[in-house]
């Protein structure tokens, strides 16, 4: 029986678990990030997990918001 640590790399390394070779989408795995295929090249998120939404959402918002500011007052 694999360990946490060894399952979650069998799933990483998986093909199937990613869409286009770039989208993680795994619904047993639960974590919200997760190493890129190869790790050199960073993260991403598990696009299976409902919570990535709120995060990318929560990001665009306060991205947005920036934005707004600088442009608003930055006159």
Excluded: S
């Amino acid at each position: 029986m694999p360990t946490n640590h060894q399952q979650e790399e069998l799933w990483r390394k998986d093909a199937k678990n990613w869409k286009l070779g770039l989208f993680y989408h795994n619904k047993a795995d639960q974590r919200i990030i997760v190493e890129k295929r190869n790790p050199a090249f960073g993260i991403t998120f598990n696009f299976a997990h409902g919570k990535t939404y709120l995060y990318l959402l929560g990001m665009l918002l306060f991205f947005g918001f920036i934005v707004f500011v600088i442009t608003y007052f930055g006159k």
